[in-house]
């Protein structure tokens, strides 16, 4: 029957990747990403760059994706898109898109928080991947994002800790700047780790109180460390590149893993969930599957083209606020700092 197909249309345009996505009841048909090159140039995002594209993208990328889905629009059950938090200029463009769209076909509209997107990804019926039960953590790690989220239900859940300063992709990015590795350094700092010796330069943890983190004064110490060991041999970054990729990567599992096993602590809960850019890390990935005969946890990451910036997580998103009949009005606005 078809009354009982749902079908979601999600748009996701926080920051700089247009993307569209439909749901049927849960599963995804279509997951369509437009990413920008243009701001490797410049070795971070530009906002206004970002919008400008997304203003380009976003009818041919909803169009793709409600080809590769084999239907119409008219057959769209309802608009999913994302409020916040991201860019405001980028953000702009989703929330016009869609508030249009909604309007024209006569349909709900459902306004979506990023944040809690990333981890309800977890939710997308796909084979081979489990998902968490509640209450679970939920760890967000990307190049915008770090947060440890108690999550009790789907829309019911708790930040319990968050960067101060930078995200963790940022002291990825950040740290491979001054390597003079392009942008997203993150991935090549990955590659490079696995040759390498973690354990080769010591750089200190910072502390911070509770489950935040801050990863600004980390950067800093990479910098100074670099600059130090440069002016004794010039060659130094070429010639060890492996340890330091290594070393940084280290220090940077190590402080999220403290965190979460701080989390554990506190809240008495020993599933963890990760999501974000970061997730794709293979140290992380290892950690985490060390931990669940280390400490008994039991680990959770979704399939990697639903980890990073996606429609799929709206568009799943959009489907249990379609379940609870939970609309948006015609006059809802885009946050740039939406909280969970
Ligand atoms: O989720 P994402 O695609 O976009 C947002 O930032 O929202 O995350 C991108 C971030 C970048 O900082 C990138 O360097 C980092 O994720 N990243 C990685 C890896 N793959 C992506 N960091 C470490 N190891 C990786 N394998
Ligand atoms: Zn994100």
């Not at 793709?64 to 898109?81: E, P, R, V, Y």
Request: net charge neutral; with cysteine.
């Amino acid at each position: 029957m078809t009354s009982q197909n749902i079908y979601i249309l999600g748009i996701e345009s926080s920051c700089d990747d247009t993307a569209a996505s439909v749901i049927l009841n849960g599963k995804i048909l279509s997951n369509v990403i437009a990413s920008q090159k243009i701001h490797e140039a410049y070795g971070g995002v530009v906002p206004e760059l970002a919008s400008r594209a997304h203003q380009q993208n976003i009818v041919p990328v909803v169009d793709q994706a409600l080809k590769q889905a084999g239907i119409t629009k008219d057959q769209l059950s309802a608009i999913a898109f994302t409020k916040g938090p991201g860019l405001m200029g980028s953000l702009l463009v989703g929330t016009s898109f869609a508030k249009s769209l909604a309007f024209g076909l006569d349909i709900p509209l459902i306004d979506v928080n990023h944040m809690q997107a990333h981890i309800l990804a977890h939710f997308i019926e796909e084979d081979g991947f489990k998902k968490p039960p509640f209450p679970f953590l939920a760890m967000t790690i990307s190049g915008g994002h770090t947060q440890i989220v108690k999550v009790k239900h789907y829309f019911d859940m708790e930040v319990i800790g968050e960067t101060i300063d930078d995200a963790v992709g940022e002291a990825f990015d950040k740290s491979g700047k001054i390597l003079g590795l392009g942008y997203p350094a993150g991935p090549q700092i990955d590659k490079l780790a696995q040759l390498g010796n973690p354990k080769a330069f010591p750089f200190t943890k910072p502390r911070v109180d509770g489950l935040n983190f801050s990863f600004s004064g980390f950067k800093t110490a990479v910098l100074y460390f670099i600059q130090k060991q440069v002016k004794l041999n010039p060659n130094f970054i070429a010639e060890n590149l492996n340890d330091i990729c290594a070393s940084i990567q280290y220090t940077i599992i190590g402080i999220l893993t403290d965190k979460l096993k701080k989390a554990v602590k506190l809240t008495d809960i020993k599933h963890i969930a990760i999501g974000g850019g970061v997730s794709a890390n293979s140290g992380i990935r290892q950690a985490l599957i060390d931990a669940e005969t280390k400490h008994g946890w039991t680990t959770y990451v979704p399939k990697f083209e639903f980890t990073t910036d996606n429609a799929a997580m709206i568009a799943i998103v959009g489907y249990l606020k379609f379940l609870d009949g939970d609309f948006a009005e015609q006059n809802v606005m885009a946050n740039s700092r939406l909280k969970i």
